[in-house]
């Protein structure tokens, strides 16, 4: 019998996993390209449109305001009609925004594409990360957001050079290439937006798929877990409780400073890349962009198993904060020494990467089923401001010190600031568990 019952619950997990995985790894490769590439049109684009390090900074953060403000509302959108609906919407709105960025004559115009793509993509990712607590229990969760959160560093090992090779060599219609790139990167998010709405399942119950046994046991699993790990009543009135509860709003800020370092780097890099060498064409700072990728992602998928195999958190969590902050410190130190610059750059990329996936997993355990739609949401939007303020940052500090070591020293501090928040959450947290079970043992004994 438990053998049977084994082979029902890989064979049901593996189907499940083949199932929402893929697509979800696409959409988001899809979302990281479009929401990315600018930095690469950068390197032909501010010369061509008049803009300063500081003008860039805006540009890219414009992009998280919209973000920001459509992000819960589709959250909440995404819970009453269903994802597949829901994702169609958001991929088929953001495929016709990211082309139209090829038009732009103007920066006031790419203001206003920037911040709609910002609208028009913010559901994607909370929304995926919602969708996912549907069909996958917390045992296998930090290795299904291991394996999903490498469409990130997937989307910079094919962007960097597909993006970089298109401005170099098409020039269609007299139009430059950077122009191009943006048309035809942002494509295939409208392409697939027609794929999800025919392919997309939005429950466990809708799943044909399965088998009836299959879907009766995950069905039975998802519900035994969420009662066990019910830490309040819902109530009616639970989504405003998410938009102010403490905890969640402290995860917001963790996510802040570490998003302000995620896209710091991420907007950035192509430029820093080329300031080691004026003699690099676009196309060899694509090559040279993607190996701390490839590096990084291999490590994101060890460090998340590894959280799964272990079923721990919090240091999975902190460490690869730690190594990232300690990273950047020395990458801003040897600006001027290419290779010792690329060393650190990848290992501050691989800590960030590597953070991520305990990090999310860790949500299911302290956000409340009640509010994990919202607070998926609000977690994600206080993050993103981070979006916002880190390029703007760095573009500042670049602009003033004419130099990119002030700016990945800025990094360095934002990875420091989460890790020492994520610390003092676990010590708090262990603290109340503790206190929780003294006073049950007290309770007891009376």
């Avoid at 709609?116 to 930090?142: I, N, Q, S």
């Avoid at 027609?194 to 798929?209: G, H, Q, S």
């Avoid at 650190?344 to 509010?371: E, H, N, Q, R, W």
Wanted: with cysteine.
């Amino acid at each position: 019998m438990e053998n049977a019952t084994m082979s029902l619950e890989s064979r049901t997990v593996r189907k499940v996993m083949m199932r929402i995985l893929p697509l979800s790894f696409f959409m988001y490769v899809i979302a990281y390209m479009d929401r990315v590439n600018i930095g690469y049109a950068a390197l032909e684009m501010n010369t061509a449109l008049g803009i300063s390090s500081e003008i860039f900074g805006i540009v890219t953060g414009i992009f998280f305001i919209g973000y920001l403000l459509f992000e819960v509302p589709s959250n909440m959108l995404l819970e009453r009609i269903g994802a597949r609906l829901c994702m169609t919407r958001i991929l088929v709105f953001w495929g016709i925004v990211a082309m139209a960025t090829g038009f732009v004559q103007n920066t006031n115009q790419l203001y206003i594409l920037r911040f709609l793509l910002g609208a028009a993509e913010a559901g994607c990712f909370p929304g995926l990360l919602f969708y996912f607590t549907y069909w996958f229990r917390k045992k296998e969760m930090a290795t299904t957001l291991g394996l999903f959160l490498t469409a990130v560093p997937v989307s910079y090992i094919i962007g960097a050079p597909l993006s970089t090779w298109i401005m170099d060599n098409i020039h269609w219609f007299g139009m430059d290439g950077w122009r191009w790139m943006f048309i035809l990167e942002g494509a295939p998010a409208f392409i697939l937006g027609i794929v999800v709405f025919f392919y997309l399942t939005d429950r466990p119950e809708n799943a044909k798929w399965l088998k009836e046994e299959e879907k009766q046991w995950l069905i039975s699993e998802l519900n035994e877990e969420k009662e066990e790990n019910k830490k309040e009543k819902i109530q009616k009135n639970s989504h405003l409780q998410a938009l102010v509860d403490p905890k969640i709003l402290y995860l917001g800020i963790v996510l802040f400073f570490y998003i302000a370092g995620t896209l710091g780097i991420g907007y950035w890099m192509p430029q820093i890349i080329k300031g080691f060498s004026g003699t690099l064409t676009n196309s060899q700072i694509g090559l040279v962009a993607v190996i701390p990728y490839i590096i990084s992602g291999a490590i994101m998928l060890y460090w998340s198993y590894r959280s799964d195999h272990k079923l721990e958190r919090w240091v999975h969590s902190l460490i690869p904060l730690f190594i990232a902050a300690f990273a950047f410190l020395g990458s801003g130190m040897f600006t001027r020494q290419p290779i010792l610059a690329m060393f650190f750059i990848t290992l501050a990329i691989s800590g960030m990467y590597s953070f991520k996936s305990p990090f999310f997993a860790l949500l299911k355990d302290v956000i409340s089923p009640a509010k994990a739609a919202v607070g998926f949401a609000v977690i994600n939007s206080i993050g993103n401001l981070g979006g916002v303020v880190g390029p703007y940052a760095i573009g500042f500090l670049k602009g003033i010190t004419g130099t990119e070591s002030s700016g990945l020293y800025l990094l360095s501090g934002c990875m420091l600031v989460s890790f020492i928040m994520v610390w003092a959450l676990k010590m708090g947290n262990t603290t109340s568990i503790k206190f929780r079970s003294q006073s049950h043992i007290l309770n007891k004994t009376k």
